[in-house]
RNA sequence: CAGGGUGUAGCUCAGCUUGGUAGAGCGUCUGGUUUGGGUCCAGAAGGCCGCAGGUUCAAAUCCUGUCACCCUGACCA
């Protein structure tokens, strides 16, 4: 049991002006944090006590899960970055320090470098695999703009776990480890009282094996979320898929033109809500075109030479990466606009009809765009696009007519595939149609014919990822297998932000008196309000029932501070502990003290009987 | 990294346009009052006006530079 009094939760009644979202206004508020640098923060001690049970649950299902508990440096020999080329891959996100020797170390981001070195070194055999290791340890990550309080910080607390395999498959192999921390991060949210969602993941461009996010719902996530209810598919829109849409009747690219070609000045129109308004036209009956460039190796640039990929989609719908990624199976970026512009790209004016008669250039084109007939209406689509020079767009491009009827019939094949597979290497291709926007609510279901994809938003709390042999295949990590061949070893990895986890939380679960923490997460079960400190009566019941309470494996707080009623109900619903005592004379006269679920917004509690009042808290608290 | 904004008391902010030597509310401390949802009254403490240059008789205020923090975007295993 701890007194209010003696230790510290500055609670205030303002916030900073700078904290915006729910969880950094309330966390400051109730006295969890204290800013210190941007991106940085003191943990109170309401703070640590919630970190630590997240952190206990989180300890308990990975070791049930077969995990082990290590701990690893968060300084790390700048080297150890070098074989996986991370120092690059994450550039300045990276913190690097100088020691006095003059050399560079790096405040660790994550630990695969450190934990496949530790490995490389410990393990010679397959029979030593599977193994799962894990720790809970502070991250460094110099993000550009950390933001919204605990959700993106610089310095947090993190769980990652590693896991080795000799195989994918079977007993042992990765698929197994990958389900069963599938399973325990469903028992560690779901124990910490959380509402979310496990949805599929992007990838990335290593492997394209499985991933999933774990999610908290909540309206201000940063990741919007989409579901299928008739099958359960949930994916992050950077990986959902869009089930079949339905092809035009009349064929893809079919439409009379709506008019001639005609030239529009638009200058100083940043974005296409702005140039649709100007032109007076609505964002879908325009082109949105984006450039991307490939990022070829050495000998695919000698082999292939430059090569550019220009996506198009309809203006109210944005380009997926990831799916351009994917179609045409090439590594892309955002193109450079001078790069671009010297190729004769006019980015931000591009067309369709920019990729016409250039070499290396690949067009890709989302279904919902490359149609010229709109079967809705009955009549032929309407289109505005870019003028392929600064500051020009054009009205009534039509297909057929302005990007070129012999190019679109060599790649009517394609188009009937629908997700066609293919590209600038996949033969002379230089226009498919497919899947390449993101998916939207109401768009067809992936897994269930007939479903539509319903939109949510999540935070991020948990990552769990199939890494293949990313690392041990940089860093050498191998052992012999059953027939003394030198095997490269398979990895996966499982993150959970732990300090984020509480943030979200709070993200979800408030209200606007203060925060509403799930029983499990709660820094104290139950605080104790006494009415008048200078009571020695209401003293002393408080004392008798916190010792109770703490019998019974209850925290419990006393609210022993000299403050007026008012003060304290006000803190105790800010900080959100679930349940609240009141030791009145009131109610002691009575022969029991107030008993007030946080939940509970309304009134004042009812008066429950002392010796009924243990029993009370206990099965509050157990559900 | 681009664009925008803000730095004045522990917190929220006013003062800056039009230079004249520092203000309010909340919080803190003292005394009184009050005592079931952030009482009321009186008094007090508390500021290198982000930092460094410059202009001026005089700078929180004008100029230059710099640092920090925030917002939007880009970025984000």
């Not at 989302?366 to 003028?387: E, H, I, L």
């Not at 005592?581 to 009131?586: A, H, P």
């Amino acid at each position: 049991m701890h007194q209010w009094s003696r230790t510290l939760i500055p609670t205030t009644r303002e916030a900073p002006k700078d904290a915006e979202v729910p969880s950094h206004v309330l966390l400051h508020r109730a006295g969890f944090i204290r800013p210190v640098g941007a991106g940085i923060y003191d943990y109170l001690p309401l703070a640590h006590r919630t970190i630590n049970k997240i952190s206990a649950i989180v300890r308990e299902e990975m070791e049930a899960a077969g995990a082990s508990e290590l701990l690893m440096p968060a300084l790390e020999p700048f080297e150890l970055f070098k074989d996986t080329k991370r120092d690059e891959a994450y550039g300045d996100n990276l913190f690097r320090v100088m020691d006095r020797k003059k050399r560079m170390n790096a405040l660790a981001p994550t630990h695969e470098e450190v934990i496949t070195e530790l490995m490389r070194g410990c393990i010679s055999s397959y029979k030593q695999l599977p193994l799962n290791l894990f720790q809970i340890q502070t991250k460094f990550r110099d993000e550009a703009r950390p933001r919204a309080g605990l959700l993106r910080c610089r310095e947090f607390l993190m769980k990652d776990a590693y896991s080795f395999h000799s195989k994918l498959e079977g007993p042992g192999g990765l698929n197994e480890t990958y389900d069963a921390m599938y399973a325990a991060y469903t028992n560690i949210f779901t124990r910490c009282g959380l509402d979310f969602s496990a949805v599929e993941a992007e990838s990335g461009p290593i492997g394209g094996s499985a991933s999933h996010e774990f999610m908290v719902n909540c309206a201000s996530g940063e990741d919007t979320v989409l579901k299928c209810k008739a099958s359960g598919y949930a994916a992050n829109v950077e990986k959902c898929e869009i089930g079949p849409r339905k092809a035009p009747s009349a064929g893809y690219f079919v439409g009379e033109p709506t008019g001639t070609l005609e030239e529009v000045h638009t200058p100083g129109l940043p974005g296409i809500e702005d140039v649709a308004k100007h032109m007076k036209v609505k964002p879908e009956n325009m082109l949105k075109t984006i450039v991307f460039k490939v990022e070829s190796t050495p000998e695919e640039k000698a082999k292939f030479g430059e090569e550019w990929i220009i996506a198009v989609v309809r203006g109210d719908h944005d380009v997926n990466e990831g799916k351009v990624r994917d179609i045409s199976g090439c590594k892309i970026a955002l193109a450079d606009p001078k790069e671009a512009e010297a190729k004769g790209f006019a980015i931000g004016f591009v067309s369709p009809r920019a990729a016409v008669g250039k070499a290396g250039v690949l067009l890709l084109v989302d279904r919902d765009a490359a149609v010229g007939f709109d079967d809705a209406k009955g009549k032929s689509m309407f289109w505005v696009t870019g003028g392929d020079k600064k500051d020009y767009h054009i009205k009534h491009f039509n297909w057929v007519r302005d990007f070129g009827k012999d190019p679109l019939a060599a790649q009517a094949h394609a188009a009937d595939k629908g997700y066609a597979q293919g590209g600038l290497r996949g033969g002379d291709k230089y226009l498919v149609v497919g899947d390449v926007r993101n998916a939207l609510a109401g768009d067809p279901s992936p897994r269930a014919a007939g479903s539509n994809l319903e939109t949510g938003r999540g935070i991020e709390v948990g990552h769990i990822f199939k890494l293949g042999t990313k690392y041990s295949e940089a860093m050498g990590l191998q052992v012999p297998d059953e027939k003394q061949q030198r095997s490269t070893v398979i990895m996966g990895c499982y993150g959970i932000g732990v300090s984020r986890t509480m943030a979200a939380c709070v993200e979800m679960s408030h209200d606007e008196n203060g925060i509403l923490w799930p029983v499990a997460l709660a820094a104290y079960h139950v605080v104790l309000t006494i009415m008048d400190v200078g009571s020695a009566r209401q003293q002393a019941e408080a004392k008798q029932l916190a010792t109770q309470l703490s019998a019974q494996g209850l925290d419990v707080l006393i609210d022993d501070r000299d403050e007026r009623p008012g003060v304290k109900f006000k803190d105790a619903d800010l900080i959100g502990i679930p349940v609240r005592l009141v030791l009145g004379d009131k109610a002691l006269d009575a022969g029991g003290v107030e008993f007030k679920l946080r939940k509970d917004t309304q009134g004042k509690g009812g008066v429950v009987a002392m010796g009924e009042v243990v029993a009370a808290v206990v099965g509050a608290v157990n559900g």
